[in-house]
């Protein structure tokens, strides 16, 4: 295996991890909008104040965060370990 093929799984790895970190500050915003701009009746200031009943298309973004940041995880894990057995030369 090259070391070519190493920097490239160690770069999938660091752009899934970014992108787990973009997507989870993206859905942090994205609730806070939510919440923010729902119109002010007695029931949405209930909604907003208790966050009931639980939105899940909310957390669709904090679910791939979670998800890209395990695969880059695992790839820059991968790519260390081929890199310091000397697989990678």
Known sequence: MSLLVCHAILGMGGFFVLLGIVFFISNKREKNKYYED?????????????????RS????????????FIIGCGLLIAAGILWLKGFCV
């Open 38 to 54: 729902i119109l002010l009746t007695e029931r949405d200031v209930k909604e907003a104040i208790t966050h009931q009943p639980e």
């Open 57 to 68: 298309w909310l957390n669709a973004f904090k679910i791939g965060a979670i998800i890209c």
